[in-house]
Structures are given as structure tokens and as C-alpha cells.
């Protein structure tokens, strides 16, 4: 508890800190991307620090502009995605856009918002905003599940995955990890180990809805359940 205290008040403090140093220096184009990947590597430094917790990737980390659908259990992997994968563009709900001053962060570095009422004008932005991104040569990181579930659990897979697969055109990187094992939801408390990032075989475009939605919530969650799995048998001995 003690760890996890002092982690979450060099977190908070940090961030505000930088933040504030920071803002002037957004007039100059491309420094929002440094940054970002300044404070994303700070954080996972402090956190290894002060908790002992480390990560491994596994598999291929994407260079090529292709859609990334992450299983998301933790705040972890919205910021360690930032040190992990060259200028990723997340798409995250519209109102994270309105919050004063931490908005123009993700404006600068050119995060996609998503209106989740999900009216015919909103799909048809988001399929636009996301098209310019891939054609400026970045990735996309998208949860289809929509928010986060806890270690060993499901959420309901939203189409808006294949909407983006659809109209994108190009291939789909899936990813399990097991983040909530070490950054729960909802509590300040961390705890030390290793969380796993696994970055799957890309799924190439032109399947038909049913099949593509079968498939990345097989291998995303057939995957995590195998991580989650993991940290659980290590405790075990």
C-alpha cells in the first residue's frame, strides 16, 4: 500500500508538472509526440521503481499505418502504448477532447475522437479522421471492447471494430496482455511483476463481418486468458 501511495503521488504530481512546463512548447509542431513518449517512459520508470513491476512484448510490434485492437484492462496500456509503438493515434471517447487543458494534449497529438451516440454523421467523421491518420503513416489503437475488463473476464465486443476494418482496408494487428493483474481498475493499489504485452498475427482485410469479429475475440481473449493464466500459476509455486 505504501508503494502504491508514493507511486500514485510521483504519478499525479509528475504529470501535472509536465503538463504545465510542457504547454507553452505546443505551438511547435511534432513536440506534443515527444512529449508524449517523454512522459510515457517517466511513468513506466517510476513504476518500476517504486513498484517493481516491468513489462515484456511479445511478438511483432507494427511499424506499418494498420489498425491496432488491444484488449484493455488497465490505465497501463494507454500509456505504455505510447513508448511501445511509434505515434499511435488512440481512438477514445469525445468528452476525454472537452477536458480543459489535458484536450489540447490529445488535439496536438492527433488522437481520434469518437462520439459514442454513434449517429450516421459521427461514423462518417470517424471513418474520416481515422483514413487521414493511416494516410500520415501512423497506426490506430482502438479497444473494442469499448472500456475495460477485469483480468480473466469479457466485455461486449463493439462492431465499430469492423466498421474501421471495413472502410480502413488494411490489416489488423490484435494484442492480449494481462495489465490488470498489476494496474487494477478502480483502486489505487499496484503491484510488482511482469505484465505481458502479445502482439498477434495480423489479420489481412476483406472478411466478412461474422468472421472477422469471431476471429479477433477468439485470438484477443484466447490469448489474455493464457497471460492471465500465467501470473496466476506463478503464485501458485
Known amino acids: 500500500m505504501l508503494r502504491s501511495l508514493l507511486f500514485n503521488i510521483l504519478f499525479y504530481a509528475g504529470t501535472v508538472l509536465v503538463a504545465i512546463l510542457a504547454f507553452p512548447f505546443l505551438i ?77 494534449y490529445l488535439k496536438a497529438v492527433g488522437m481520434i475522437s469518437l462520439d459514442r451516440r454513434g449517429t450516421l454523421q459521427a461514423l462518417k467523421k470517424l471513418i474520416r479522421d481515422s483514413k487521414s491518420v493511416i494516410e500520415s503513416g501512423r497506426p490506430i489503437i482502438m479497444f473494442p471492447e469499448g472500456t475495460r475488463s477485469a483480468p480473466g473476464e469479457k466485455g461486449a465486443y463493439k462492431k465499430g471494430a469492423f466498421l474501421l476494418y471495413k472502410n480502413l482496408g488494411i490489416p489488423v494487428v490484435p494484442v492480449a496482455l494481462n495489465s490488470g493483474v498489476f494496474w487494477p481498475r478502480r483502486t489505487f493499489m499496484k503491484y510488482n511483476g511482469m505484465i505481458t504485452v502479445k502482439f498477434l498475427p495480423s489479420i489481412p482485410p476483406g472478411l466478412p463481418e461474422k468472421d472477422f469479429m469471431a476471429k479477433i475475440e477468439g485470438k484477443i481473449e484466447q490469448e489474455s486468458i493464457k497471460l492471465f493464466h500465467q501470473v496466476e500459476n506463478l503464485k501458485k509455486i
Request: no cysteine; glycine share 6%.
Open 28 to 104: 511547435f509542431k511534432n513536440f506534443g509526440f515527444f512529449i508524449s513518449k517523454t512522459w510515457s517512459h517517466a511513468v513506466l520508470t517510476v513504476l518500476q521503481f517504486a513498484i517493481g513491476t516491468k513489462f515484456k512484448v511479445e511478438g511483432t510490434i507494427p511499424t506499418e499505418p494498420v489498425l491496432i485492437l488491444s484488449k484493455h484492462q488497465s490505465a497501463w496500456e494507454t500509456i505504455a502504448y505510447n513508448h511501445i509503438i511509434r505515434r499511435p493515434a488512440f481512438i477514445l471517447k469525445e468528452e476525454l477532447m472537452w477536458i480543459p487543458f489535458f484536450g489540447l
